[in-house]
């Protein structure tokens, strides 16, 4: 792959509205990107594999728990700074973002928010510093855009519960050391539950042969008459609301993590299009080119306005998930056709692995998918502007 020659576009002066806290740290996270991911990513990606040296790098740039608090390993940032280290993290790779942005925002943020004060000892510093890694299983095989029609269940039986069921889709399962699983009580109500591995009748086979998000591993969750300590049920929130709570927030990450992508497959499409020569000249000369170019660092910029103007509204408590959606769906929309116009300007070269872009554009078609799809999203849009249900 060729060197990491990465520089960041700010067409609109947006640098001006963010701290100097801000800027450390995405500085941090870019240098360890460009040090630690770009020259390994390409070829782990190839071989489907995710590489687990970086989980250490991950911890100590901040990218697990960065808005949880210092006193449980967290980094105590604030929403937008939990936003750049997921740009930065998905300028690399959407894969490694997408390990990141489970850790926090669906394993260590509902046992922030949900969990016992032994909870929240026992596991959030140990999933900081990246000792423990986590999954987070709400998907099943036959619910996917609908969880709340989900099958897995658990029953009381006196000092344990007994989880049945299966999770499907399931990031950073084949190594997770712990799962937030969201599964029905006997009432029919959801609740989640810490499971960890090791306990008897839980497995997790990995789903091969994936086209996008190929370092990043996926796979089920099974559950088989699991013995699940009482202990281990989150205490503080039931109901479908309680995990929609944790995917507002790595929906949120996603705004900014597409960015990255975006701005990856651009900064590469405009420095080839500048040396590139056919007809005596650069391809960056000729109009057709300019076009896609222009346009690109135009969504770009709109993109960047919507991720920041969104990250003070979190940072006020402000933020509806209506307002989460429109952008998830956007930006990650937007990198998509940034991704595919790039690898166009590079022409054939654009489908190797010489450059990223190829692999952001796969890796894209997952994110357009996950934490609710392209067109979920927009339903919530319409559901919210006109109060009525178009999902059934
Ligand atoms: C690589 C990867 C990693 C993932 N990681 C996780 C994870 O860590 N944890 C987890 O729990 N899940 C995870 N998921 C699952 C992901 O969230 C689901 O794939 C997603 O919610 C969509 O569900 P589905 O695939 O079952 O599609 P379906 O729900 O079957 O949807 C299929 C199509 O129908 C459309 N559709 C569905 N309902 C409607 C409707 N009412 N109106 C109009 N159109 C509709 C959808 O938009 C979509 O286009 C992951 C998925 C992938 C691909």
């Keep these: 792959m060729k060197p990491d020659l990465f520089e960041s576009p ?35 990606a190839q071989k489907a594999e995710f590489p687990k040296q970086i989980i250490g ?4 740039i901040g990218a697990f728990g960065p808005y949880i608090p210092e006193e449980y390993g967290g980094a105590g940032l604030d929403q937008i700074a ?24 669906l394993v260590m943020y509902p046992i922030y928010k949900f969990g016992s004060e032994e909870q929240r000892k026992k596991y959030l510093p140990k999933l900081a510093s990246g000792e423990f890694m986590g999954c987070f299983g709400l998907t099943e095989p036959d619910h996917g855009s609908n969880p709340g029609g989900m099958v897995t269940n658990f029953k009381d039986a006196g000092d344990h519960y007994i989880l049945n069921g299966a999770k499907m889709w399931i990031s950073n399962s084949p190594f997770a050391d712990i799962a937030v699983v969201w599964a029905k009580s006997e009432e029919g109500r959801i609740h989640g539950l810490i499971v960890e591995r090791g306990m008897e009748g839980f497995s997790t086979p990995e789903t091969h042969n994936k086209w996008s998000l ?9 559950f088989d008459n699991v013995k699940v300590p009482k202990e281990n049920l989150l205490p503080n929130k039931s109901g479908l609301g309680a995990p929609l709570l ?13 960015i990255g992508a975006a701005m990856d497959c651009y900064d590469t499409a405009l420095r080839y299009a500048k040396e590139r020569q056919q007809f005596g000249k650069p391809i960056g000369a000729f109009q057709l080119q300019q076009k896609k170019l ?59 692995g010489e450059y990223s872009i190829m692999r952001h554009m796969m890796n894209l078609e997952s994110v357009v998918t ?17 109060g009525l249900n178009a999902f059934k």
């Design 10 to 44: 700010d067409y609109y002066n947006i640098d001006d509205l963010l701290t100097d806290e801000h800027k450390l740290v995405r500085s941090a996270a870019r240098d360890w990107v460009k040090r630690e991911v770009s020259p390994i990513i390409e070829e782990a």
């Design 57 to 60: 790098g991950l911890a100590e």
């Design 82 to 105: 939990y936003g750049l280290i997921m740009q930065e993290i998905e300028r690399g790779d959407s894969g490694v973002r997408s390990t990141a942005s489970v850790q926090s925002s």
């Design 214 to 222: 190929r370092a990043s591993a996926t796979g089920e969750l099974i």
């Design 246 to 258: 944790c995917l507002d927030s790595a929906r949120f990450g996603i705004a900014w993590g597409a």
């Design 294 to 352: 222009a346009e690109m660092i135009t969504e770009i910029t709109k993109a960047q306005l919507l991720a920041w103007r969104l990250g003070t509204l979190r940072n006020e408590g402000k933020a509806t998930s209506a307002q989460i959606s429109m952008a998830k769906r956007n930006n990650v929309d937007m990198a998509l056709k940034v991704a595919r116009d790039a690898r166009q300007i590079l022409g054939g070269m654009g489908i190797t």
């Design 370 to 386: 996950y934490e609710g799809t392209h067109d979920i999203h927009l339903l919530i849009t319409g559901l919210d502007i006109t």
